[in-house]
Each structure stands twice: as structure tokens, then as C-alpha cells.
């Protein structure tokens, strides 16, 4: 495969994390979204820095940083929705609005 193809699947990837994104309004179906997005980055990242520099590490460590950072993220964020749904019974986002600080 080549550079170009990656790429692109990158684009639609990051794409269609963004129309989920913008066009939900369940909270985890907007994480969803986000996941997809960062994953669309983390996807164009390591196949730029494949074709780039194949033979050093350092890419692909850092790919690897930012897959533990994005997996942590998530784990946060839906523990911080679960509480909330617990908490007042809240799924959606327009619900949600009295949460701004």
C-alpha cells in the first residue's frame, strides 16, 4: 500500500468521527466519534512517519504513547458519563447542559 492510500483512509476515518461527532446527541455516540477521529490522526501519523523514516522507532513509539494516552481518555470519559448518567439520569447531551462550569 502506498502513502497516499493510507492517508486516505486516515481522512475518511477522521471523517466519519467527525459526522458522529457533530450530528449526535447521545454523549457516549459523541465519544465514539472523538475515538474515531484520534484514530484517524494516530493512522495518518504512523504511516507518514512509516514512509518517512522506516528505520527508526521513534514514530512508532510515539504512535504508541498516544494510543495509551487515547484508550486512557476514553476510560476517564465514560466513567465520568456513567456517573453522570447514574447520578441524574442523563444520556443526552441537551440534558447535560447545566454541567457547564
Known amino acids: 500500500m502506498t502513502l497516499q492510500l493510507f492517508l ?3 481522512a475518511a476515518l477522521f471523517s466519519v468521527g467527525l459526522y458522529g461527532a457533530l450530528s449526535q446527541q447521545s454523549i457516549v455516540m459523541i465519544m465514539m466519534g ?3 477521529m484520534v484514530n484517524g490522526i494516530i493512522v495518518g501519523a504512523a504511516a507518514f ?3 518517512v523514516s ?3 522507532a521513534d514514530g ?3 504512535v504508541l504513547v498516544a494510543v495509551t ?3 486512557v481518555e476514553m476510560a ?3 466513567a465520568v458519563t456513567t456517573a453522570i448518567f447514574r447520578k441524574r439520569d442523563v444520556d443526552m447531551t441537551d440534558m447535560a447542559a447545566d454541567l457547564k462550569g
Request: charged share 5%.
Open 8 to 10: 486516505i483512509f486516515a
Open 34 to 36: 472523538l475515538e474515531l
Open 49 to 51: 512517519w512509516y514512509f
Open 54 to 56: 522506516p528505520t527508526v
Open 60 to 62: 512508532q513509539v510515539l
Open 69 to 71: 494516552a487515547m484508550a
Open 76 to 78: 476517564v470519559g465514560f
